[in-house]
């Protein structure tokens, strides 16, 4: 019998061992996710855009808690992460540039198809850059609270933002000015802008704070359900007017480190985009990476 034969009853045990529920429990959520993103996509060929639009949403809010679930019940795995960021790439990139083409997009031709592709492939771009730099040692600590450009369900909520303005009776953009938008939304998701991720917020709520919490969560559930395209609209435009307090941020964290640092030392400048020697290794991550949110 060779150490690799199969009928070797230790090498079939440790082959077909079972797998705890709770490493289950976010693939499944995130499974779910694509059926969002790829529902979507059949929605707004169907002209059904209102729909697709709610996908697209339900599919953010799944990607918000997946990842939230996994370290709660201890369910991290490298086949998560990895699945994770197809899922990323599927909802966040395909699914929003298809259905900004199929909604106005198409009227440019060959110019419209271009915008899409370009934030699809944006977005892949986005999505493989912060993998490659989750373990980036050169890295300073406060940049951990920091998104190096905008991250991918911002970015699909964002760029969605014509359609929201159309379903709000304001006219529908001229097809250039979409177009011109989405590359503007594209570039801001690969560009090196420091953007607040929020993570260093505590995420744990006090006793007495408990039930207004919840009022505050129902609350703002039934005004999105009630006046959906209000709440995207202003919740878009306030993200974006709030991206430049990110970047001050970052600058003043990078000035007092510098300041408490030798002279030689240099400020920091946001997590650079990975080379091809560090694209070839990777992520050295037992967990699920950082949810994108």
Same mark, same amino acid.
């Given at each position: ?20 529920v ?64 197809l ?23 060959? =110019? /419209?198809? +271009?915008?899409?592709m370009?934030?699809?492939?944006s977005?892949? $771009?986005? &999505?493989? #850059?912060?993998? *490659?730099? %989750? ?18 369900? =911002? /970015?699909? +909520? ?9 379903? $709000?009776? &304001?006219? #529908?953009?001229? *097809?250039? %000015? ?19 991720? /929020? ?11 408990? $039930? ?10 039934a005004?999105?359900?009630s ?49 091809l ?17």
């Amino acid at each position: 019998m060779t150490p690799y034969d199969d009928r070797d009853p230790d090498i079939r045990r440790r082959r077909f061992r079972p797998i705890p529920v709770r490493m289950l429990v976010p693939n499944v959520i995130t499974l779910l996710a694509i059926c969002a993103g790829l529902t979507a996509i059949r929605l707004s060929i169907e002209g059904r855009m209102t729909l697709a639009v709610y996908a697209i949403v339900f599919a953010a809010a799944l990607d918000g808690i997946d990842g939230r679930i996994a370290r709660l019940i201890k369910g991290q795995s490298k086949f998560g992460a990895e699945l994770d960021s197809l899922a990323d790439f599927v909802n966040f990139g395909v699914a929003p540039g298809l259905m900004l083409y199929f909604w106005q997009l198409h009227e440019l031709g060959n =110019a /419209g198809w +271009i915008a899409a592709m370009v934030f699809a492939i944006s977005m892949c $771009l986005r &999505l493989a #850059r912060f993998n *490659a730099t %989750l373990d980036d040692p050169n890295k300073p600590a406060f940049a951990a609270n920091f998104f190096t450009g905008v991250p991918a369900p =911002a /970015g699909a +909520i964002t760029v969605m933002l014509p359609i929201y303005a159309a379903f $709000l009776d &304001l006219g #529908r953009w001229p *097809a250039a %000015l979409t177009a011109g938008y989405t590359l503007l939304i594209a570039f801001l998701m690969v560009s090196r802008l420091p953007v607040f991720s /929020g993570k260093s917020m505590r995420m744990r709520v006090p006793p007495e704070l408990v $039930l207004p919490a919840f009022v505050a969560v129902i609350f703002f559930i039934a005004l999105l359900i009630s006046y959906p395209w209000y709440v995207l609209s202003i919740g878009t435009a306030l993200y974006l007017l709030a991206l430049p307090l990110g970047y001050k941020s970052y600058r003043d964290q990078a000035r007092a480190m510098q300041a408490t640092t030798p002279p030689s030392g240099e400020v920091p400048s946001p997590p650079s985009a990975p080379t091809l020697t560090s694209l070839s290794e990777p992520p050295h991550d037992d967990g699920r990476p950082g949810r994108l949110h």
